[in-house]
Structures are given as C-alpha cells and as structure tokens.
C-alpha cells in the first residue's frame, strides 16, 4: 500500500512539474530535465554499465570491476561521470547479476492465497540453500486459473549480502534512493528486493503526504502565474481529487496498523513453533544411529512429540537401551507385548517413546 501511495504522490508531482517545465524556456528545461534523470546501474560479469536518458539522448558509461568488491572505486567512476555529463541524478535502480537472483514460478491452490507469505517463506527454505534471514525476497501472482483453483506466483530471491552490496555503490556516490531489482524487472519499485522496515511504515507515509500537499500548494501558487486560467482549473479539480484520495488513503493505512503487528506476531509464533521441533529427516538419522544391527525397524510414526515405531530383534531389550542413548528420544518403552516367530526367531516388538524439543536435532 505504501509503495502504491509513493508512486501516486510521484506521478501527481511529475504531472504538475511538466506542466510548469513546459512554459519555461527551452534551455531551461533542457536543464531541468537532465537533472532529474534516475541512473540505471546493471552489473553484468566483470563490468558495470550504468545509463542515463536525455530529451534527446541516452549517455552510456561502462567499465570493468572485479566482482563488484571495490565499492569506492565503483562510486568515483558513477561520481567523475556524473560531473562530467553535467547529471544530478535522484536515485538508482541497481539491476543485480543474473546469476545472483533465483526465480522460481510456483503453482499453489487458490484457498492458500491468504496465505501467500508464509507459503513463499517455505518454498525458499526448500527451493535454496539459504534459511529465510539469509536471503532477500519478493513475489507476485502471474496467473490465476479458476477451472483448476490454481496461482501461478513468481518468486524472486536475492542474497541479502548481493542486495546490501549494490545499494552501496549508488549510495557512495551520493544517490540517495536507491531500488535494486533483478535484471528483467519491468516494475522496479515493486520488485525492489531491500525491506521497509515495519516500525518505519507510519511515519514514512506520514511525511509523503506533508511533502505531497507541501509541494501541491506551492506549485498551484506557482501554476496561477504560469498557466492560462482553464489550465488552472483543471489543476484545481485534480488537486481536490488527489488529497482526498491521499487522506483516504492515510486512513485506510491506520487502520490496517493492527494488521500489519498481527501478521508479524504469527510469523514470530511460525518461527519460533518450526525452531523448537526437530525434524522428521533429523529424527529418522538419529534412529537409523541408535538401532543396532541386530534390529530392523519397518514402520515408524511421529505424531507431535509422540514417537511410534515397529519391527523386529534379537534382542528386544538392547534395542530399548540402544534407542535410549540418544538425546533426541526419550522414555522408550514396549506399547505391546513382544511375540517371537517361530520361522525366523525374531522377537515383533512394537515402542512408543518421547521426542525432546528444542535444539538437540
């Protein structure tokens, strides 16, 4: 929502801005122009390429770094060129390698879609090496298919080392806003990989729409002297519809605060439920550890913390005491009598034990 907000209060402003440029000299807003320009950063291989538009041109600059590890050297390249080509750009978009952000399309049922945030949480921990504090990510539905109750989502994943990294090259050399997107990203505001912190939401929007009704009076102050009067009253009207639709929207955004701090309490209780209960692929190694080679388990079940498992022994009782030199599980016991049989002289044991939670796997 406040993304969405931001790029009203931009367009609104651009809108009223061109139309204040366009009565002013052409030298002058050739000036202007080239002084409002976002740079376009693109790391590919061992260089970096970094354009910017004019009103009649592009201007290029390209050259060679060493896995981007020299973020100094990197800045005074953007910072000489920008002097250079008389450019005072605004912000940055960082456009990371290839190679640096996975992709993944991902087909969920429609019922889930409530859901989406945790469900994209999952599939980076089974879709990538990384655990979710490793890693930048965003996402956004592709496709809906009704007849099958099926989203298509695509899921974008960026080491938050990368990210981190290429704000630091547009923000040494002095280009304060800075997005950074994966390479084919059509919308880089919304597929901007960096965070906005949470604690931050309120008063971030809060001081848009000061700035945005700020730079409205001024510029109708400015747009009575410049513009004919049916201009002045188009930008009346549009100015009356855009600050009810900003308080609308700061409305709408306080009163989803309780929302916001509720979806961060479930995921701390997700968080905190997945870390203090041990894995089945954990627990399965820790029984294959601990039953000894007389002893062949067939069938195992895990219901919480709840162990249930069977088979067959030459030695019911060693199997017990095997299983309970693990730190994992607990208070084995037989849940029911042990039957021999008497093709094979096998003892059929069937045990139930408890699974300690916490760390141990």
Known sequence: MILNLKNYIRQAFAWWWAEIVSTLPGSVQSWLSNRRQPLRIRMEGTSLSVSAERPSHAVNLEFAITDYDDVTAAARQISKWLNKENLSAYGAIVYLPADCVLTSLIEIPVDAAGNLAEVMLAEIELQTPFVESEVYHNFKVISSDPDHDILTVELNVARIADVVHASQIATAAGLPDVVVCKQSEDDPVTGNFAPIPTQKMRTSLEVWIVAGLAVTIVILVAVAFYLPMDHLRQVSRLADSQIATLKSENVK?????????????????????????????????????????????IQVQINGSRLMVSGFSSDATGLIRSLEKSEVIKDANFSAPVTTNSDTGLDRVHITAELALGDAL
């Open 253 to 297: 955004l306080l009163q989803s605060a309780d929302t916001v701090k509720s979806v961060d309490a479930a995921f701390q209780r997700l968080v905190t439920r997945k870390s203090q209960q041990p894995s089945t692929i954990g627990i399965l190694s820790e029984l294959t550890q601990f039953t000894p080679d007389h002893s062949w388990l």
